[in-house]
């Protein structure tokens, strides 16, 4: 059967779209946005994570579902990974002047992580922001780290001699392994947002938590489970005792001056240390 011809139209979006993403990073058009992680066990405030959105001129605030991935197709995303490495890195420090103490966890593309001078990238984004590494979570596919683990080896290597912690993200138990991955030193494994998503209605997701905490407690390896938008789906997760929660129940994503205010508010309605 033929191909069917992509309608000019979409080829000339495309085109355009693409154009507007080379500009964008000169004309100061990304930021960040931050989703807090709360303690399961005990409520308290964990930290956060640094997502990259794209406030157009012509677009306005576009979804990062529309343009993440030509990042990634023309090899912006590496100076834009970059730059969001640094904001990140400074605004962290920030807070951390300011008497907080959380983490702060950053999203790296394979490209990114590929691309040579990544672990010297990240060493000047501590050393320019004067961040402590140990609070700065950098996560990664599973296909980026196991795809070509001798060269993924030494990159995470070198990662973790500056202090850094690293995070495996979209964790599927029952379809994931940490045994895959014990030789990496991971400190932290996100559970995928699909998985959690059925997690109440799953006879078997609960028993495959329940192994995975086990197994990550003889490892000291932290389990956050992302995407949690239901009390139901928390009180599962509480139950097996996973660690660190992210969803849309505790909050959705927030430009830095949210994040002041959700800090203030936090401390004072839930009585737990920041």
């Known amino acids: 059967?033929?191909?069917?011809?992509?309608?000019?139209?979409?080829?000339d979006e495309g085109a355009e779209l693409s154009t507007d993403l080379a500009r964008a990073l000169e004309n100061g058009e990304f930021f960040l946005v931050y989703q807090p992680t709360i303690d399961l066990q005990t409520n308290a405030f964990a930290g956060v994570e640094a997502l990259i959105r794209w406030r157009s001129p012509q677009r306005?605030?576009?979804?990062?579902d529309l343009f993440i991935g030509d990042l990634e197709s023309s090899g912006i995303i590496v100076p834009v990974g970059r730059w969001a490495l640094g904001v990140a890195c400074s605004q962290g420090a920030v807070w951390h002047d300011r008497g907080y103490r959380?983490?702060?966890?950053?999203?790296?593309?394979?490209?990114?992580?590929?691309?040579?001078?990544?672990?010297?990238?990240?060493?000047?984004?501590?050393?320019?922001?004067?961040?402590?590494?140990f609070l700065l979570v950098l996560e990664f596919s599973q296909a980026t780290i196991l795809d070509d683990t001798k060269s993924a080896l030494p990159l995470l290597q070198g990662l973790k001699s500056l202090g850094v912690r690293i995070a495996v993200d979209d964790f599927e138990p029952g379809r994931s392994s940490l045994d895959a991955l014990?030789?990496?030193?991971?400190?932290?494994?996100?559970?995928?947002?699909?998985?959690?998503?059925?997690?109440?209605n799953s006879k078997t997701a609960p028993s495959l938590v329940h192994q995975l905490v086990q197994q990550s407690k003889t490892r000291k390896v932290q389990i956050i489970a992302s995407g949690i938008e239901s009390a139901q789906q928390r009180e599962?997760?509480?139950?097996?005792?996973?660690?660190?929660g992210q969803?849309?129940?505790?909050?959705?994503?927030?430009?830095?001056?949210?994040?002041?205010?959700?800090l203030e508010d936090f401390a004072i309605f839930s009585g737990k240390p920041l």
């Open 236 to 244: 599962e997760l509480q139950l097996e005792e996973v660690d660190i």
């Open 60 to 64: 306005g605030v576009v979804s990062p």
């Open 102 to 133: 959380f983490a702060v966890s950053l999203n790296i593309s394979r490209l990114q992580f590929e691309t040579e001078g990544f672990v010297d990238d990240v060493a000047k984004a501590i050393s320019a922001s004067r961040f402590d590494p």
């Open 1 to 11: 059967m033929a191909n069917t011809p992509t309608p000019s139209g979409a080829q």
């Open 247 to 262: 969803g849309y129940l505790f909050s959705m994503p927030h430009e830095a001056e949210e994040i002041d205010r959700f």
């Open 182 to 200: 014990q030789e990496f030193e991971i400190d932290i494994v996100k559970l995928d947002r699909t998985f959690i998503a059925g997690i109440s």
